[in-house]
């Protein structure tokens, strides 16, 4: 599902037999449509679960939690968010027959991760891998080096056809590979010190809701939500 003012996707895993799901990065804007569409499903919204504490919109875990008594919200611990449920490297995410694995991908932020199917078909790699690019490393103590290294040892290791869903798209583009972003992405088949000179060149603007989606972040599924 998509949000189109901070170009977020949002992401709804079920288990038709058990219909037992959760969802992955919910923003507040579209929690009421994540929630409509859970229910004409009829599944039982298990975790709305944060790749990361975005900076770009405030999380719709807390309104979900509302919106769908026994949903969770679950961040990593270590974004330093407050959360029903905090997750660290390893740590699976289980739904029906299904899990899934939690990879520390920081260098975006130092709490992102990234969602790994059990079969290892799927991975939701949030900011730290886009489609032919990767999140920015200039605030919220990101560091080049560090996602440089997470996502060729956290996300490249996967299988070539392990299908890539990012957090985010500005382009139109919805799903890649594994494969294709190890061969094809501009800038991390550079090498380290490369891609670390490409990325402290970026001079990109500032996040327009970044002064309040953070704090709001920070009490990630936590907080009031927005009447």
């Known amino acids: 599902m998509f949000e189109p003012k901070s170009c977020t996707y949002t992401y709804l895993l079920g288990d038709r037999e058990s219909r037992e799901a959760i969802l992955i990065d919910p923003v507040l804007e579209t929690a009421h449509r994540d929630a409509q569409l859970v229910k004409e499903l009829g599944l039982q919204l298990l975790y709305a679960v944060n790749t990361h504490c975005h900076a770009d919109h405030i999380t719709g875990s807390g309104l979900l939690r509302s ?3 026994g949903c969770q919200s679950v961040i990593s611990r270590l974004s330093g968010a407050q959360a029903d449920m905090h997750i660290q490297d390893g740590d699976p995410i289980r ?3 299904f ?3 939690t990879r520390a991908s920081p260098g975006h932020t130092p709490g992102c991760v990234t969602f790994v199917l059990d079969d290892h078909s799927m991975a939701f790699t949030g900011d730290a891998l886009l489609i032919r690019g990767c999140g920015r490393t200039d605030f919220q103590q990101g560091c080049a080096k560090t996602l440089y290294h ?3 040892e956290k996300i490249f290791t996967l299988p070539g056809d392990c299908l890539i869903y990012p957090a985010h ?3 139109g583009l919805t799903v890649s590979t594994v494969e294709e972003e190890r061969t094809l ?5 550079l090498s380290c010190d490369e891609f670390v ?3 402290s060149k970026l001079n990109l603007p500032k996040p327009q809701q970044i002064d309040f989606a953070v704090p709001a972040n920070m009490r990630c599924g936590i907080q009031t939500p927005a009447s």
């Open 99 to 101: 899990a899934l694995e």
């Open 169 to 171: 798209d500005y382009h």
């Open 95 to 97: 739904f029906g027959r």
């Open 67 to 69: 919106l769908l008594p």
């Open 197 to 199: 000179k490409v990325m």
């Open 185 to 189: 992405n501009p800038r991390l088949t």
């Open 150 to 152: 997470s996502v060729h």
